[in-house]
């Protein structure tokens, strides 16, 4: 018979199970709802920010593959899946299996609302740990702030996007693994790393190394190895190694940074950054450091195995790829050692209510007030790459002031008044949202999960099909990168489905120049793309053996010369779609 003491009671006896169980359904039934709230409400405010795309941006490169795969008509011959293959293949799956039932746009949206449903999970386990006494109040602020936070992140894109990708669900799987690991949930981590591999190769990767280093630390701490961790380590190095294998991305790292350097720069090459651009990012790194703070020093050396690892990482990668380090800058680059920012910006979110929920003496609450204000001022002032700025300008306007008061007096008021605690989080959250709306380019939008929303681009695309047969390849404009994937068709280049090394990357180098040079992708100049001849056109038709060319609007130099020549115009302009493809005599 045990003794259990309650406060001040004594009772003689334990709780029944009855009543355990019960208060477990409970707990549970709480943390679902709180998982729903944030699935939902980052849901809203992603799509108010940047409208949700389906059919767009990645979807060029990601969705044709498995859409081959459901109509071998689609892509066929297509030079890009052929020579440079993407390593999502369980994105390729997904996208065969909603193809195949044609609910490809269908598909993708659960494909994304499961994402966010994950975000909200690690959100919800970690609000639980670090704000036990405000778990809603602390699951509503870092959705809300996670939402509006920058979207690019050190080289990389933050995975806070409205569209279903690899990236997204496994930026937010990997959230998951590092709060299962801070809050000893290590069979949860282990599992979820699996999950992420087969997601995401590299992050997988990623979470296999979050695994081991803690699990290291687990055994100088207990002198036992974790083989729960060793194991789900293991296996998610096996997925990520099985599929670099089948898909190998770049076959030699100086191909890779040269590719950096010609197509994706703001992602990997670090010389051609701003520096304020990069002191914003280092700020966001600087949030995110301050989350040991949330840790018990018995608790340390797993934040260190963690966020400390992967902090520590990205800094040393922007540094000696920013001084053009040699082996070390190349070395950074061909890793993709940005990606690890993804990992860090949830946890700058969690540093910015560190002030309330955080257990500190009251003058600590202050200096931690003031460095957060000083940190999170530089974050929201990064709008440099950014699609679509998520706030009033500049740096948020008067609401974001207002944001700034609420987050002081509950600081002021966090051990005196939970209510106030409440009041200010709700003022927070609405001062955010208030910010939005006072932003002119942000609009409400209704969310349309049709796949290509544009129903003039879809059924140009679809004409093109009837007219184009199946295998046929299309001289494009490398910019428009939209247009292989409306079509169904291969197209000769775009600047967007680009292999990174070996003797393809020589080849696309050759393709791209002979349509003008990579000064269009880079600088996103449509007119270079106008400017080529007729004469060099058909000789890149008669090379590659092409029979198809597409010009956006009637002023291209080339289009004159190719009708004279017996090219004959096969569609027209549709609706508000004012391009023009032309066949081969």
Not at 47 to 73: C, E, F, M, T
Not at 356 to 363: M, N, P, Q, T, V
Request: one cysteine or more; proline letters at 5%.
């Amino acid at each position: 018979m045990a003794t259990v003491v309650a406060g001040d009671d004594v009772h003689v006896g334990g709780p029944s199970s009855g009543t355990a169980d019960g208060h477990a359904r409970r707990d549970m039934r709480t943390r679902i709802l709180q998982t729903l709230l944030s699935t939902v409400l980052l849901g809203f405010l992603l799509n108010w920010r940047y409208g949700y795309w389906v059919g767009k941006v990645d979807h060029w490169v990601l969705s044709p593959q498995g859409i081959n795969w459901a109509d071998p008509d689609k892509f066929r011959g297509d030079w890009i899946l052929q020579n440079a293959p993407q390593p999502h293949w369980f994105f390729d799956v997904v996208t065969w299996f909603g193809a195949s039932i044609d609910a490809l746009g269908g598909v993708y949206l659960v494909y994304w609302l499961i994402s966010l449903a994950i975000f909200g999970a690690a959100t919800v386990l970690l609000a639980h740990r670090w704000a036990p006494e405000h778990p809603w109040v602390a699951t509503v602020l870092v959705t809300v702030l996670g939402a509006v936070t920058p979207w690019w992140l050190l080289g990389t894109g933050s995975p806070m996007l409205a569209i279903a990708l690899p990236g997204v669900m496994a930026g937010f799987l990997i959230y998951l693994v590092i709060a299962a690991l801070l809050t000893g949930s290590y069979r949860m981590a282990g599992i979820v790393s699996v999950v992420t591999a087969i997601v995401h190769v590299q992050q997988g990767g990623v979470a296999a190394v979050l695994l081991i280093a803690v699990a290291i630390v687990l055994f100088v701490r207990e002198r036992r190895i974790n083989w729960w961790l060793v194991g789900s380590a293991v296996a998610s190095l096996a997925i990520m190694f099985a599929g670099l294998k089948a898909r190998p991305v770049a076959g030699d790292l100086n191909d890779f940074v040269q590719a950096c350097q010609k197509l994706i720069p703001y992602h990997c090459e670090a010389t051609s950054w701003p520096g304020f651009v990069l002191w914003q990012g280092l700020a966001l790194v600087g949030l995110a450091i301050l989350s040991v703070l949330y840790m018990t020093r018995q608790s340390w050396p797993v934040w260190a195995a963690t966020l400390g690892l992967s902090a520590f990482g990205l800094l040393v990668g922007v540094t000696v790829d920013r001084w053009d380090v040699p082996t070390l800058g190349t070395l950074a680059q061909g890793l993709n050692i940005y990606r690890l920012g993804v990992l860090l910006m949830p946890f700058a979110v969690w540093a910015v209510v560190l002030p309330i929920f955080g257990r500190f003496k009251e003058w600590q609450r202050w200096v931690l007030l003031a460095v957060v204000l000083f940190l999170g001022y530089h974050v929201i002032s990064m709008d440099f790459y950014e699609p679509a700025y998520p706030l009033e300008k500049p740096a948020g306007g008067a609401w974001m002031v207002a944001f700034a008061f609420a987050l002081t007096v509950a600081t002021a008021w966090v051990g005196r008044s939970k209510n106030t605690v409440r009041a200010a989080g709700v003022v927070m959250a609405l001062s955010v949202a208030l910010s939005m709306a006072a932003n002119p380019s942000i609009t409400l939008k209704a969310l349309d999960p049709t796949f290509i929303q544009d129903a003039d681009l879809r059924e140009w695309g679809e004409a093109v099909q009837r007219v184009v047969p199946p295998g046929e390849q299309l001289i494009a404009p490398p910019l428009a990168m939209h247009m292989r994937l409306v079509t169904a068709r291969g197209v000769f280049a775009d600047c967007k489905g680009g292999p990174y090394g070996g003797p393809a990357w020589r080849d696309y180098q050759d393709r791209i120049e002979a349509l003008g040079g990579f000064t269009q992708c880079t600088h996103a100049i449509a007119d270079v793309y106008k400017k080529v001849t007729a004469a060099q056109i058909q000789q890149v038709a008669s090379r590659y053996g092409m029979r198809f060319v597409v010009f956006e609007g009637d002023d291209n130099a080339a289009m004159a010369g190719l009708k004279a020549a017996g090219w004959r115009e096969v569609l027209g302009p549709y609706k508000s779609i004012k391009n023009y493809v032309l066949q081969a005599p």
